[in-house]
């Protein structure tokens, strides 16, 4: 099984949006610290002020991504875990392509890839795909497409779709294919010689993922803006 994936469809909590997520993952992530110590969900519920089931459902979902480790309310902090979290501060885009990296071998992003096979779709609309046969509040699916996107792995635009991002195509289609190596959190890989190019505003994927973080959000924008004016 490929690192980050535990092979159980965890979705995001539905009882705060991402940011607060994260805000409790970090809280969490310095609990745990260096030594990566054991932490209850109840003692980060309690210094960020919500419940335990808020607190534990983040974090579960966090240990999904492989940024912890543990269960039943008690969590420790893994490496990979650590380093978004330091990244985040200093520069938050490559903490981003970090969490992109982790999220490649998860369940959620080869779900987006085959809903996204054809094309960008309503985000109701993966939403409830992602939260197929799942239970709780459809905002689960709503914020597990914002975790998608943080990740640099879909787009939203002002019209209400969703849109490939090119690091989704890197996600393999089953999960007993494996990940390429990653370079600053975005797979390449290899075209063959007789490989049709797949065109993204006049860039193949791997000249896509060459680009510098910042050059690379800033094609996303790009993307955005076409896609508003062609569906205008």
């Given at each position: ?153 879909v787009h939203r635009d002002r019209q209400g779709l969703v849109w490939p991002a090119p690091a989704l195509s890197a996600v393999p ?60």
């Open positions: 099984m490929a690192a980050g994936d535990t092979g159980e469809r965890t979705l995001p909590t539905d009882r705060a949006n991402v940011q607060r997520q994260l805000e409790l993952f970090f809280r969490a992530a310095r609990f745990s610290g260096l030594e990566g110590r054991t932490v209850a969900s109840v003692d980060v519920a309690r210094a960020e002020e919500v419940t335990a089931e808020t607190a534990t459902s983040t974090l579960r979902f966090s240990a999904s991504l492989g940024l912890f480790t543990g269960r039943r309310g008690k969590f420790a902090v893994t490496e990979a875990g650590r380093a978004v979290t330091e990244l985040w501060l200093e520069d938050e885009t490559h903490a981003r392509l970090r969490l992109q990296a982790l999220f490649l071998p998860h369940w959620s992003a080869r779900e987006a890839r085959a809903t996204l096979a054809d094309g960008p779709v309503a985000v109701e609309d993966l939403a409830r795909q992602l939260q197929r046969d799942l239970p709780g509040r459809s905002r689960r699916g709503l914020y597990l497409i914002d975790w998608l996107a943080l990740a640099f792995l289609v089953s999960s007993e294919v494996a990940i390429p190596s990653c370079s600053s959190g975005a797979a390449r890989r290899q075209e063959g010689p007789e490989e049709e190019p797949h065109l993204l505003m006049g860039m193949t994927n791997s000249e896509l993922r060459s680009l510098s973080p910042d050059d690379y959000c800033a094609v996303l924008d790009r993307l955005t803006e076409v896609a508003e004016l062609t569906s205008g």
